[in-house]
């Protein structure tokens, strides 16, 4: 009897990914620039988003993807921007997926924007393997989390644009090292960005904002 070995994880990743292309032409397409936020619960990545639509919201059409086990929460904070917000409740999964997003992008005003901001599933883990047919890939980790939480996590790193340590202004409340966490993720990936961001302070919120610019306009 021969053994018969099965693939299920490479087979729906591969078509995770040819749907993801798909995604990614449709935005290409209508000119809009695809930002997947990524970063475990609590990191600020809805924060920074709503800093960011604050900012860029006069000079460019924001639309917001959020994705959670419960999603209407950030995606209401979205909508108080007054901008095109579609919720995905993932449910038991730990991720957006590239068929989620398809269905999504398919509700939302592609002709009227220039940026697609894509909140995934606070996770450090169960994104890093699924594009959604984003353009850039930008990982939120918190100094609150710990400043070896990098190296525990090295896989989401090694595909990002771009790193954030955020609410760097506690970082010497919880004793931890914001530097190393940012030089921890270049280690993994000597080609990614890296910014250190507070809300509270304003450091790096303008890096931030020149960061998302740069890439829409490079794209146009």
Not at 174 to 181: S, T
Not at 183 to 212: C, M, Q, V, Y
């Amino acid at each position: 009897m021969h053994d018969l070995r099965v693939e299920v994880g490479y087979d729906v990743l591969q078509a995770n990914e040819a749907l993801a292309e798909k995604n990614r032409r449709l935005l290409d397409g209508f000119g809009v620039t695809g930002f997947n936020i990524m970063g475990a619960i609590g990191s600020g990545k809805t924060t920074l988003i709503e800093l960011a639509v604050e900012k860029l919201g006069d000079k460019y059409g924001i639309g917001a993807i959020a994705g959670d086990i419960v999603a209407d929460i950030d995606a209401d904070r979205f909508r108080l921007h007054d901008i095109p917000t579609i919720s995905l409740n993932t449910g038991r999964e730990c991720h957006l997926d590239a068929h989620l997003v398809e269905h999504a992008i398919e509700q939302m005003p592609l002709d009227n924007m220039d940026i697609l901001f894509m909140e995934n599933v606070g996770n450090l883990i169960c994104p890093t393997d699924y594009s959604l047919g984003e353009h850039h890939r930008v990982v939120v980790v918190s100094v609150s989390e710990g400043d070896d939480m990098v190296k525990k996590h090295p896989m989401i790193f090694k595909t990002c644009s771009l790193v954030i340590v955020n609410k760097v202004d506690i970082a010497e409340a919880v004793d931890v090292d914001a530097d190393k966490m940012a030089d921890d993720a270049l280690g993994i990936n000597p080609r990614i960005g890296a910014l250190k961001t507070s809300k509270i302070t304003g450091e790096g919120i303008d890096d931030w904002i020149k960061f998302i610019e740069v890439n829409v306009n490079a794209r146009r």
